[in-house]
C-alpha cells in the first residue's frame, strides 16, 4: 500500500513557524522524488518544495529561503519546515511522490502530474 499522511498544520501568526510531517508507506518513502504542494481556495495548485533521494532539492521562489523540505528514510517521513508564515502562505499542503528524476540545472519544483501518490492534505491558516 503506498499511503501519505499529512500531520502539522495548524493557524498561526504571521511569522511564525510550522513543521509539516508527511507518513509515507514504505514504498512511497523509497520514491525517487518527495515533496510539498499547497493550493488555497481559488488559487491553482502550487508546487513548494520537492526532495530527491539524493538530498536535491527544488524550491518555488515564493519559499525559497524560508521553507526547507527533509526526508528521513529510517522514519519514512517527509518534512516541510516553514518558517517567516506569510499570510499569502494560506493553504492546504499536500506531500506527493513520485519515481521520476530531476531535470539538473531546472530551477522550480516539478509539475505535479509528475507525481504519483499524494496525501489528504494538512491545512495552514496564517492571520495578520
Known amino acids: 500500500q503506498v499511503q501519505l499522511v499529512e500531520s502539522g498544520g495548524g493557524s498561526v501568526q504571521a511569522g511564525g513557524s510550522l513543521r509539516l510531517s508527511c507518513e509515507a508507506s514504505?514504498?512511497?518513502?523509497?520514491?525517487?522524488?518527495m515533496g510539498w504542494f499547497r493550493q488555497a481556495p481559488g488559487k491553482e495548485r502550487e508546487g513548494v518544495a520537492a526532495?530527491?533521494?539524493?538530498?536535491?532539492?527544488r524550491y518555488s521562489d515564493s519559499v525559497r529561503g524560508r521553507f526547507t523540505i527533509s526526508r528521513d528514510r529510517a522514519k519514512n517521513t517527509l518534512y516541510l519546515q516553514i518558517n517567516s508564515l506569510k499570510p499569502e502562505d494560506t493553504a492546504m499542503y499536500y506531500c506527493a511522490a513520485g519515481d521520476f528524476w530531476f531535470v539538473r540545472g531546472r530551477p522550480g519544483v516539478p509539475r505535479d502530474s509528475n507525481f504519483n501518490f499524494w496525501g489528504q492534505g494538512t491545512q495552514v491558516t496564517v492571520s495578520s
Open positions: 514504505r514504498a512511497a518513502s523509497s520514491s525517487i522524488v
Open positions: 526532495i530527491d533521494t539524493g538530498g536535491n532539492t
